[in-house]
């Protein structure tokens, strides 16, 4: 008599559970580039928190000071670490135009002139100077 082909089959195994580790080549890569990512993000904002550094000192040793002398110092200081010293040492019209394009405000030569006058106290200057200073900008195109 002949045996039935079914006879042969077995019981179905069921499979053992499948382990995470180790990863799959393709999560490894995953990673990797997940971790460059994350690298790059870290060393752009280090970057711009140094590079900001300066202006953030100036900002902070503006509200120490009063004297429109020494803010005015102050802003000359933030344009060399920025950008460069001739600008600085400019005359005194192309300075006003310097800090009106890097500030956004309107300074005029009297008014920059008036700072080095000793016997006058001018806290109108002092809050222009103070607010000129915050904003500042940083990455503005300036013709040496």
């Known amino acids: ?6 006879d042969g089959l077995h019981d179905i195994i069921a499979p053992s559970q499948v382990n995470w580790w180790p ?9 990797a580039v997940l971790l460059l990512l994350l690298s790059a993000a ?35 200081r933030l344009v060399i670490a920025y950008y460069d010293k001739r600008l600085a040492t400019q005359s005194t019209k192309q300075w006003c135009n310097t800090l009106n394009t890097l ?19 001018n806290s109108a200057l002092e809050n222009k100077f103070r607010q000129a200073i915050k904003q500042f900008k940083l990455k503005e195109v300036v013709n040496v």
Do not use: C
């Not at 008599?1 to 079914?6: A, F, G, V």
């Open 42 to 76: 870290i060393y752009m904002a280090y970057k711009r928190y140094k590079f900001k550094q300066p202006k953030r000192f100036a900002v902070n040793l503006s509200q120490q000071h009063t004297d429109p002398q020494q803010l005015h110092i102050i802003l000359k």
């Open 1 to 6: 008599m002949q045996t039935s082909p079914l």
């Open 103 to 121: 500030t956004g405000l309107s300074f005029s030569e009297q008014e920059i002139l008036s700072v080095y006058n000793l016997e006058q106290n």
């Open 23 to 31: 990863l799959a080549p393709a999560w490894w890569v995953i990673i």
